[in-house]
């Protein structure tokens, strides 16, 4: 099963990115869909996710400037980053299927994402 990430670059704070993921129809349906950040020297942490009923969590940390979505028609998952900060860097991962917490089974390669000031 493929996921596979797009979306990612190079921008300055306060810049505003959207990453996107296409991935195949069924995780649409399933347990909730996720996007991971890891940052260089960091570990790996979930930054947003959304279920199937479209209610969505946020990491404290991208609340109220990060946007998770889905379009279904598309078999895309999205993340809009707003009023990006230099610690957001990191390569960021799209994940389906298994648990948020304990364990994802299927996940993108990554888009990198550069924040500079």
């Known amino acids: 099963e493929q996921l596979v990430e797009s979306g990612g670059g190079s921008v300055q704070a306060g810049g505003s990115l959207r990453l996107s993921c296409l991935a195949p129809?069924?995780?649409?349906?399933?347990?909730?869909m996720g996007w991971y950040r890891q940052a260089p020297g960091k570990e790996r942490e979930l930054a947003a996710a959304?279920?199937?009923?479209?209610?969505?969590y946020y990491a404290h940390s991208v609340k109220g400037r990060f946007t998770v979505s889905t379009d279904t028609a598309k078999n895309t998952l999205y993340l809009q980053m707003n009023n990006l900060r230099l610690a957001d860097t990191a390569m960021y991962y799209c994940?389906?299927?298994?648990?948020?917490?304990?364990?994802?089974?299927?996940w993108g390669k990554g888009t990198l994402v550069t924040v500079s000031s």
């Open positions: 959304i279920g199937p009923s479209g209610n969505a």
């Open positions: 994940a389906a299927g298994g648990d948020l917490w304990s364990g994802m089974d299927y």
């Open positions: 129809e069924r995780f649409f349906n399933l347990n909730a």
